[in-house]
């Protein structure tokens, strides 16, 4: 499956769940390693980087994801429609505006290019 099947996919299923969501384009005029799929969940801030079974992130993504979560959004690689749904219900178990585990990936969660 290629990476443009599995985003049209995913932006299908957050679509679905009411979610404000695009498909961001790389280009010269915005900034490296954005996540290719922005949204908004039930006013959290999302960056979804899609990748196949076999794709790795670069290191100007891996930085992205971090500075997202970091920035109190959820970030993460996702290979899949589940993928997304363990984002989304990860979300959805918020207790006091905090996720339940801690919002960032460890650099384990994070493959190398």
Known sequence: ???????????????????????FKASICNERGVPDIICCYKGRFIGLEVKTARGR????????????????????????VEDVKDVIKELDTLKG???????????EDIPDS
């Open 1 to 23: 499956m290629t990476e443009a099947t599995i985003q049209k996919a995913i932006l299908d299923y957050l679509k679905s769940l009411g979610a404000w969501c695009w498909a």
């Open 57 to 80: 992130p670069s290191s100007i993504q891996k930085t992205q994801i971090r500075r997202i979560n970091c920035a109190m959004g959820k970030a993460k690689v996702v290979r899949s």
């Open 97 to 107: 505006g905090k996720l339940s585990d801690d919002s960032s990936d460890s650099e």
